[in-house]
């Protein structure tokens, strides 16, 4: 079952301005992955954090968690067009399933 | 890196037939694979857990004798959707995991688009 929720559910940015989208959930996780979706593909990995973590970075990438609020954020640096994509965030709660979020659509105006 | 070829990546069949949708796991062995489902500008939906070598797990809602899965080997898994009706137009998308353990991230097809006339 579906368990994030995320905000905002669109962005849109001016290519060089930073990008941040929260997710929320509801129960106790294990960890907190965030994907991409180019329209009309499969999802790419970005980034999973552990519950034990509360930020993580990878290039223009950070994300937080911030387990006592159930939240976490995705901070995308120096947006280029090609950041333009649907962010997906998803929980795993200990039994190898996902659950994901609705999703953040992000447009990056050249 | 590890990678999931799904294929056919879109599929436009008539109204009672069936339509298969295979997963393959193409450098890694995949005893579980997961098997979503897509609308648009929506978020993914978990259908069913496709194990090797025993029955899939459904989702609560999910008709197995609709979503027929079958995880053969430890490269392949297929969904066939039987009788297709226009309600079941979506986007059909495989995952599975390349390491054992839950700390390991999906690694996803690029999915199938099914529109049923």
């Known amino acids: 079952s579906q368990q994030g929720e995320e905000d905002p559910q669109a962005l849109s940015i001016q290519e060089g301005e930073n990008a941040t989208m929260n997710c929320s959930y509801k129960t106790s996780i294990n960890n907190l992955q965030w994907y991409r979706q180019n329209s009309g593909r499969g999802l790419v990995h970005l980034i999973l954090i552990r519950s034990n973590e509360r930020e993580k970075h990878s290039g223009r990438l950070r994300v937080t968690l911030d387990t006592s609020k159930k939240s976490s954020s995705l901070l995308i640096t120096a947006s280029r067009a090609a950041d333009t994509a649907s962010y997906f965030c998803?929980?795993?709660?200990?039994?190898?399933?996902?659950?994901f979020g609705a999703g953040t659509t992000v447009t990056v105006r050249a | 890196g590890a990678v999931v070829s799904q294929h056919p990546s879109r599929v436009i069949c008539k109204s009672g037939t069936s339509v298969k949708i295979e997963c393959r796991s193409l450098?890694?062995?995949?005893?579980?694979m997961f098997w979503y489902r897509q609308f648009p500008k929506q978020s993914l939906m978990l259908m069913a857990t496709?194990?090797?070598?025993?029955?899939?797990?459904?989702e609560q809602g999910v008709e197995k004798d609709k979503f027929l899965i079958n995880h053969a080997s430890l490269t392949l898994s297929t969904l066939t959707v039987t009788s297709a009706h226009p309600e079941d137009s979506s986007f059909y998308i495989c995952?599975?995991?390349?390491?054992?353990?839950?700390?390991?991230?999906?690694?996803f097809g690029n999915g199938t688009r099914l529109t049923v006339t």
């Open positions: 998803a929980t795993d709660a200990n039994d190898y399933k996902l659950s």
């Open positions: 995952s599975a995991r390349s390491q054992q353990g839950n700390n390991s991230p999906l690694h």
């Open positions: 496709s194990n090797e070598g025993s029955k899939a797990t459904y």
């Open positions: 450098d890694f062995q995949a005893t579980t």
